[in-house]
């Protein structure tokens, strides 16, 4: 079985960014981003309303680094410690050498490779430094833009559930892509 520790928090580099812990300075910036239709349209989770809600999510992010069950990484450009956008694993198997990436970007940075850059670089801090044996993304089957990042980085479709989540009075389909490290 793995065994995750994110104790020194593990900054990371790609060639334009810097992914780094999200603290309470983050607070507007997580508002913008998980208060917005258009960034939540496919993310089924109730919209952040004020700052107190983006503070209690960034609460809820770093207790799950402190306790080694999650990561989250805030994505901001190298010149800059604005965040951008988040990106991490969540829903970590330990069990099963498996865990779920996940991401989301402010509108204004779409279409300009942000998202991929930032993956590829931590599918490889997944394979490389957690010892993962395979990596799962799930999708709306309509998050085009997503599912583009995926097969960007070689990600590949394996299942299609039908109405297999049931969240605001909806059933809402799900595709399952993964990477297995070989
Ligand atoms: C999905 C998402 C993370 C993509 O990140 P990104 O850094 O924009 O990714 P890319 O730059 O590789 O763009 C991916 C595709 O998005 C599309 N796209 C979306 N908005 C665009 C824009 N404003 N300009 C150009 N292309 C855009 C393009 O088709 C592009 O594909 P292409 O490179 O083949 O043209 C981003 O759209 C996002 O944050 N969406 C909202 C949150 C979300 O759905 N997260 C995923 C949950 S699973």
Not at 8 to 28: G, H, M, Q, S, Y
Not at 61 to 88: A, Q, R
Not at 167 to 182: H, P
């Amino acid at each position: 079985m793995l065994e995750f520790n994110f104790t020194p928090f593990p900054v990371i580099e790609t060639e334009r960014l810097l992914l780094r812990r999200i603290n309470n300075d983050d607070a507007n910036e997580v508002f913008e981003l998980r208060s917005n239709p258009e960034t939540m349209k496919f993310i089924p989770r109730p919209l952040v309303k004020d700052t107190e809600d983006a503070l209690e999510h960034i609460a809820m992010m770093e207790d799950k680094i402190v306790t080694n069950v999650g990561i989250n990484w805030g994505i901001t450009l190298k010149d800059s410690s604005k965040l951008l956008g988040i990106i991490g694993y969540y829903r970590l198997q330990p069990e099963n050498y498996r865990a779920e990436i996940g991401y989301m970007l402010a509108p204004e940075y779409h279409g300009k490779g942000i998202i991929p850059e930032a993956v590829n670089r931590l599918i490889r801090y997944g394979f490389d430094d957690l010892k993962l044996h395979s990596i799962e993304a799930i999708i709306d089957p309509e998050n085009f833009a997503s599912e583009k990042v995926l097969h960007k980085c070689g990600f590949v479709k394996e299942a299609h559930l039908k109405e297999a989540e049931f969240y605001d009075g909806r059933f809402l389909d799900k595709v399952i892509y993964s990477l297995l490290d070989n």
